[in-house]
Every structure is written in C-alpha cells, then in structure tokens.
C-alpha cells in the first residue's frame, strides 16, 4: 500500500512497528491535510 501512495505522489511517513500490536504502520496525510493512519 505505501508503496501505491508514493507512486500516486503521497508522501508516507516511514514503516514503523506498533508497540501494542507489533505490526507495521505508517501515517499520511489527507488532501486537507488531515493525518490517516494505516495498519497492517
């Protein structure tokens, strides 16, 4: 998926691990500028 964004132009914040679930998850931000969240 991060990978889809940066190519549509999308900056993500780089891949980190969640320390509650210990899965990956980045951060991006909406045409507003609002941050969304991804989860693995």
Known sequence: MVKELNARGIATEPVRIDDYTGKK??????????????HE
Do not use: A, C, V
């Open 25 to 38: 998850m980045t951060f991006f931000q909406d045409p507003d500028g609002l941050p969304l969240e991804i």
